[in-house]
């Protein structure tokens, strides 16, 4: 594939730390966890002597015998040197947790990836919403995920999902076809030959086309095995600011997605599905347990009439809450901060600052953050009748 970054990534510079994560990032049986141990014990600069370790260290790191066993075998026939090879002949970047390119937002979540590969633009400013369902999509599954996707994308927010059939593919498509940007988050390599599912080869392309990224845990020639799709999930869930499911079985993967979603704190919605319908168990019991029904965009911004960033200014004043948050956010301010100072609930303070956020007036700084925007100090001159 080809495609045409719409920004450069200020990439670290390789040395034999940095060879030696790749490393341990490559041994199938290094997970998020693992690595973690390793680069609390080793520290950022020392990733070639994490991959050098002796078995006592490797186990007094906490990483399980068998593994450590494992690892040491498996790290006498390779060379750091020749994985970077493979990624860069690949097209593929690779990041750390240290790394200005990781997304800061992953900080946030509770099982952050160790290191993450990526093909394609760089993760912009813009909020991200995951868009997740069925593999069954119903024709009333592909016409709410076509409505819904379009009117977000057309909002300036991007689009994430896992780029599985049904839904997930949709999705994808109808965020390009809108002329959005939008983030696959995959279970397997990034390479081309080994992205699945097959028949989403093309879409993969695409994605990347129109400036948009695929993102995975896994080194290319990893293959899609079912134990990765739940850790996945978590990755889609953790970069998106809400998650929607649109059409969702009863043990769908997607209801699983929604649950990593509520546990990082992050707003869940769910598109009403007819209860005749096997495809919508799962999407209807999220309603019932009290995620957020959504049957257009509007909806994610907390039912309020939303208009795009170039008009919102001249047409819709904020209202109170709006208007007390961005006040506070006149320095970058935590929401948990936002939300004690204010007595309101977290969630109501999340969903607002997301409101804000697509209407340009505040931005995300990191780590839970926000500040106003030049849009936001002119919100704040506007009367509140």
């Given at each position: 594939m080809s495609y045409q970054k719409s920004e450069v990534f200020v990439k670290p510079e390789w040395n034999q730390s940095r060879l030696g994560w790749l490393a341990c990032a490559w041994f199938e049986k290094f997970g998020s966890v693992s690595l973690k141990k390793l680069q609390?014990?080793?520290?950022?600069?020392?990733?070639?002597?994490?991959?050098?370790a002796s078995e006592t260290e490797l186990i007094k790191c906490g990483i399980i015998p068998a593994s450590t066993k494992e690892f040491i075998t498996w790290r006498k026939n390779i060379k750091?040197?020749?994985?970077?090879?493979?990624?860069d002949n690949h097209g593929i970047d690779f990041f750390l947790p240290w790394d200005k390119p990781y997304p800061a937002i992953l900080h946030q979540?509770?099982?952050?990836?160790?290191?993450?590969?990526?093909?394609?633009?760089?993760?912009?400013?813009?909020?991200?919403?995951?868009?997740?369902?069925t593999r069954r999509m119903s024709t009333y599954g592909k016409r709410a995920t076509e409505k819904i996707v379009t009117e977000l994308a057309q909002m300036g927010a991007g689009i994430i999902s896992g780029l599985a059939l049904g839904i997930?593919?949709?999705a994808h498509k109808s965020c390009i076809d809108a002329k959005g940007k939008t983030i696959a988050v995959l279970g397997c390599g990034l390479d081309d030959a080994t992205i699945y599912p097959r028949a989403h080869q093309k879409l993969a392309e695409q994605i990347l086309l129109n400036q948009g990224s695929l993102i995975s845990e896994y080194p290319p020639l990893t293959p899609s095995l079912k134990h990765h799709f739940p850790l996945r999930n978590r990755i889609i869930a953790g970069l998106s600011k809400a998650v929607i499911v649109i059409e969702a079985g009863e043990k769908s993967g997607s209801v699983l997605t929604a649950k990593n979603a509520l546990d990082e704190n992050r707003e869940?919605?769910?598109?009403?599905?007819?209860?005749?319908s096997s495809t919508s168990i799962g999407s209807n019991d999220l309603i019932k347990q009290g995620a957020g029904v959504c049957t257009s965009a509007t909806d994610i911004l907390s039912n309020q009439n939303f208009i795009p960033a170039k008009t919102t200014i001249q047409t819709r004043e904020p209202t109170m809450d709006e208007k007390c948050i961005l006040d506070l956010c006149r320095t970058s301010t935590h929401v948990d901060d936002m939300a004690r100072l204010l007595q309101l609930s977290p969630a109501i303070v999340s969903s607002t600052c997301l409101n804000l956020e697509l209407m340009n007036a505040l931005q995300d700084t990191g780590?839970?953050?926000?500040?106003?925007t030049p849009t936001g100090r002119q919100m704040l001159t506007m009367p509140h009748n």
């Open positions: 609390n014990h080793f520290n950022n600069d020392n990733g070639d002597k994490a991959f050098q750091p040197e020749n994985l970077k090879k493979n990624i979540t509770s099982s952050p990836p160790g290191a993450i590969f990526w093909r394609g633009a760089p993760l912009d400013s813009r909020p991200w919403i995951a868009v997740v369902g997930d593919g949709q869940v919605f769910a598109v009403p599905g007819p209860i005749t780590g839970g953050n926000y500040e106003i």
